[in-house]
């Protein structure tokens, strides 16, 4: 299938943008992107009439399917708060691929979603990337991309109200060293059981096992961290124990944008940008920060964190940053390239390139302008919308 007469904006590391090309895609993968129009144009191609074609924008942290709007607990999987340790539960067991937002993403060009575990517990859960479209969610499955970690507010409240630890900063903190230590010594009794037939094998410890591919490097720690030291102890911890770490929501980044620029290894994933303060957490939220914390070198993503704000509203965030300062160009990576290179998928999806899922979205005009629309959204080759 050929989509022809489009401005192609690919969002690749050169940023290319054909003024009027094409993209041919088969199998569901991208087979060629060349300016000008195709020699041969068959009636399955799609005029898309001078509409502007993106790669299908991805949300890097969201709870799409772990629950259900004013629904009661009944429908509500995104915090399990019996236990203030659990690596070892993942989203994939709790995600409802029939959950209504995943239609709402796609009307609005979203096609990719990294699902999270809420923030109640210090270690709360594994967190998959998957495509929006689709009715079994193993096939929507892109993989598994991080361990979800919280600090501050959440973790405490949680568990203050139960009389339980943690319910001080530092006893999160402390919640998240102990299951790390324990973990790496998991390991290294594994690794002398693997390598020494003298050493007996380790009790099965399912919380230690889920932490090991985090230790080897794998996938990422995604830290909830608002407020400035929280997202120092989110750096503090990483640093300790060698983590690859993702800082989510980092409200007050532009407080600190000086200090995080000194340490570029972690990128930022921004939101919810459309939030009051509704919590003391929140007390310092700023539109700029987006704007801040790109002009300074930090790998910077913006998310909805639906469904704190709802999933359709993410090019609206964009355009928030963009009216407080960011760029039309960051504020379109924010939402393509960049989280898929957080959530180390950028080798499908995030650009428009040869070799990658025919993932896109066609809008009439720019998707940061509220009276735009979307024309078409496309998933693994497929449309959807």
């Keep these: 299938m050929i989509i022809y007469n489009a401005k192609i904006y690919t969002c690749d590391k050169n940023f290319t943008v054909f003024s009027k090309g094409f993209v041919e895609f088969l199998d569901g993968k991208i087979t060629r992107i060349e300016m000008g129009n195709p020699q041969n144009i068959s009636e399955n191609d799609i005029d898309a009439k001078g509409?502007?074609?993106?790669?299908?924008?991805?949300?890097?942290?969201?709870?799409?399917?772990?629950?259900?709007?004013?629904?009661?607990?009944?429908?509500?999987?995104?915090?399990?708060?019996?236990?203030?340790?659990?690596?070892?539960?993942?989203?994939?067991?709790?995600?409802?691929?029939?959950?209504?937002?995943?239609?709402?993403?796609?009307?609005n060009g979203i096609t990719t979603v990294a699902v999270a575990p809420?923030?109640?517990?210090?270690?709360?859960?594994?967190?998959?990337?998957?495509k929006c479209s689709g009715k079994?969610?193993?096939?929507?499955?892109?993989?598994?991309?991080?361990?979800?970690?919280?600090?501050?507010?959440?973790?405490?409240?949680?568990?203050?109200?139960?009389?339980?630890?943690?319910?001080?900063?530092?006893?999160v903190a402390s919640c998240i060293r102990d299951t790390?230590?324990?973990?790496?010594?998991?390991?290294?009794?594994?690794?002398?059981?693997?390598?020494?037939?003298?050493?007996?094998?380790?009790?099965?410890?399912?919380?230690?096992?889920?932490?090991?591919?985090?230790l080897n490097g794998e996938i990422s720690a995604h830290f909830h961290c608002h407020r400035a030291d929280d997202i120092f102890t989110a750096i503090r911890i990483s640093k300790e124990y060698n983590l690859k770490s993702v800082l989510i929501h980092c409200t007050e980044g532009h407080l600190i944008a000086d200090e995080l620029e000194e340490e570029k290894e972690f990128p930022v994933v921004l939101g919810p940008i459309i939030c009051d303060r509704n919590k003391p957490e929140l007390a310092n939220i700023s539109t700029k920060n987006p704007a801040i914390l790109s002009e300074n070198g930090i790998k910077t993503a913006i998310c909805t964190d639906h469904s704190e704000v709802p999933i359709e509203y993410l090019p609206l965030s964009c355009a928030i940053a963009i009216k407080n300062g960011m760029s039309k160009k960051n504020a379109l990576l924010a939402i393509t390239r960049i989280p898929a290179e957080i959530l180390e998928i950028s080798d499908r999806v995030g650009s428009i390139e040869v070799g990658k899922d025919a993932d896109f979205c066609l809008y009439d005009k720019s998707p940061f302008d509220i009276m735009s629309k979307t024309i078409a959204t496309f998933v693994n080759g497929k449309q959807v919308i």
Excluded: W
């Design 118 to 130: 809420g923030s109640s517990n210090p270690i709360a859960g594994q967190i998959c990337a998957i």
């Design 51 to 107: 509409g502007k074609l993106f790669p299908g924008f991805i949300d890097a942290h969201t709870h799409m399917g772990l629950l259900a709007g004013s629904a009661g607990i009944e429908v509500e999987d995104f915090n399990e708060t019996t236990n203030p340790i659990t690596p070892n539960i993942s989203v994939i067991d709790a995600i409802n691929p029939q959950n209504p937002s995943f239609y709402d993403a796609l009307q």
């Design 136 to 171: 079994r969610v193993d096939k929507m499955l892109i993989k598994t991309v991080g361990i979800k970690f919280s600090l501050g507010e959440n973790p405490k409240m949680t568990y203050m109200d139960r009389d339980e630890t943690p319910v001080t900063r530092m006893a």
């Design 180 to 214: 790390l230590n324990k973990a790496l010594k998991y390991k290294r009794d594994l690794e002398n059981y693997e390598n020494d037939e003298n050493c007996d094998e380790p009790e099965i410890d399912s919380v230690s096992e889920a932490l090991i591919p985090l």
